[in-house]
């Protein structure tokens, strides 16, 4: 299975959660079986690892970012995954208009998919710590609904 976050800038909320599955699934034993990636729809950040902000407020709960680098999302992308997830609506909006049609991925808001009590993860670049705490209780929330969707795929 493979299952690629997208967000806005790939530098804050899709790599946070790219992180958070990568460990749920080592913890799990099912690493092997699951491909996990990130990406951004704007292409501002690309190359550079996830923002500091985010790398220290993810390792103080165990999760490692500092060797993940942004890229941009792009229509082969809808070829090679099987679900996408978007963390806001402007991201879902924008990749439903870069899918090709008949592509295979399944393609969803992350938080809406696994039934959190708010549908988006919201965009911390501009505002304090808190935002960002905010956006690890919710990616972790939402991992443990797509972990148990993986355990059903498997
Ligand atoms: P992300 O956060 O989409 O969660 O990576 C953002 C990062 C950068 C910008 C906006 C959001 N930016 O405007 O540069």
Known sequence: MRVLFVCLGNICRSPTAEGVLRHKL????????????????GDWHVGKAPDQRTRLAAQRRGYALEDLRARQVEP????????ILAMDRDNLADLQRLRPAGAPAALDLFLRRYQLAVDEVPDPYHGGAAGFEQVLDLIEQACDGLLQEIRGRL
């Open 76 to 83: 082969a992308d809808f070829q090679h995954f099987d679900l």
């Open 26 to 41: 080592r913890a799990a034993g099912l690493e092997q079986w699951v491909r996990v990636d990130s990406a951004g729809t």
